[in-house]
């Protein structure tokens, strides 16, 4: 039996702050989108990552590879998104197998109009606290885990560039 390596008093506490933040994260960003859009956090960031791909198209199985979510939950995702007329389903025309997800014009103006209201509260509960220093040192110790987390890239979260 290997002795367990403890957790000093200072990864406790950092520890302890990031597990707060991991919980406490999510909700603050559901109910600001749920509030002001009508829509989930996963609703809108299923749509934000169908609208940053070419032709706003992507095969369902890698974006719920992308969304870190089943392709049972995505479908279901998908079916209330396709609902409001925000996405459609179409065959991958290179493998019949496959479907695809296709952003609508009414999708791609849904994020438009949300994007302000989730960028405002982005900064809001998370970068106004933060000075510039802190920025660049959370971008990197959350790309470090995020690299351990996903050594594959499977998710295309780590080094992305965006607008």
Do not use: C
Request: hydrophobic share 40%.
């Amino acid at each position: 039996m290997t002795d367990t390596r403890w957790l000093t008093a200072d990864q406790e506490d950092a520890w302890r702050s990031l597990m707060a933040v991991l919980m406490l994260l999510p909700g603050g960003l559901d109910a600001q989108l749920q509030r002001d859009a009508g829509i989930t956090h996963a609703g809108y960031a299923v749509l934000s990552t169908l609208s940053e791909a070419p032709g706003g198209t992507i095969r369902i199985s890698r974006l719920a590879t992308m969304a870190n979510m089943s392709v049972s939950r995505l479908s279901h995702l998908l079916d209330r998104l396709a609902g409001h007329g925000w996405v459609e389903r179409h065959p991958d025309p290179s493998d019949g197998r496959s479907t695809m997800a296709v952003l609508t014009d009414a999708g791609w103006d849904k994020v438009v109009e949300t994007a302000p209201g989730h960028v405002d509260n982005v900064r809001s509960l998370v970068f106004d606290g933060l000075d510039a220093e802190q920025v660049g040192q959370l971008k990197r110790i959350s790309a470090t885990i995020a690299a351990r987390l996903d050594p594959e890239h499977k998710l295309g979260l780590v080094g992305t560039v965006r607008r």
